[in-house]
Every structure is written in C-alpha cells, then in structure tokens.
C-alpha cells in the first residue's frame, strides 16, 4: 500500500503562511484522491480540500477557500497545501489521505498519513 508523509507545520502568527508537503511512498493507482483533512483539539475530523489524479480537479472546504490552494507534482509524488492568511481557527493536526474517489468525508479515504501539527496564535 501507498505510504504518506507530511511536513511542513509549524508555529506562525495570524496572517501569516506555511506549505505542508504530503509525499507519498508508491505512485497510487490511477482514479486515486488525494486529500487534505485537519482536527483540532475536540473536534471531528474536518476536510479541507482534495484533488483529483488525473485531471487535477481541486475543490476546498467553505473555511478556508481562497485562502488555501491545493497541488500536486506528479514527478515526486507529492502534494502540497499552500495556506495563505493563517487564522487562530487554522490550528490543528493536519492529515494527508488517499481514497479512490475524492469525497468530503474521512471514511471514503483509506490510507492516511500521521499528521504535522500547524498552530497559528493571535
């Protein structure tokens, strides 16, 4: 099975930016989601935005639209969450996940990685 990683969290004051990284082990198979999801402390598990395999098809949650942009670089296997104009609602544990098709909700997506945190203070 695909393995993933992320990096790229950290501690930034409000309004400013961070680049998570998600690298995947193995290429996924062709039709496979790449997603983003996040959870803060008492929370649920909220999605914040997947892109397509193939035709890179993005789509982002309504909290953090326009502000967040998802990619992908095929050549390394990676994909990236740019996030712009960091709130204090921004913190938590940041996921990376594949599924077989995209979706909002955590159950379609079966590998998962373990998580880099992003605190954003005030």
């Known amino acids: 099975q695909v393995q993933l990683v992320e990096s790229g969290g950290g501690s930034v004051q409000s309004g400013g930016s961070l680049r998570l990284s998600c690298a995947a082990s193995r290429v996924t198979r062709s039709g496979y989601c790449m997603g983003w999801f996040r959870q803060a402390p008492g929370k649920e598990r909220e999605w914040v935005a997947h892109i397509t395999r193939l035709v890179g098809v993005r789509d982002y949650a309504d909290s953090v639209k326009g502000r967040f942009t998802i990619s992908r670089d095929n050549a390394k296997n990676t994909v990236y969450l740019q996030m712009y104009s960091l709130k204090p609602e921004d913190t938590a544990m940041y996921f990376c996940?594949?599924?077989?098709?995209?979706?909002?909700?955590?159950?379609?997506?079966?590998?998962w990685g373990q998580g880099t945190q992003v605190t954003v203070s005030s």
């Open positions: 996940a594949a599924g077989q098709r995209c979706s909002r909700e955590a159950n379609e997506y079966n590998i």
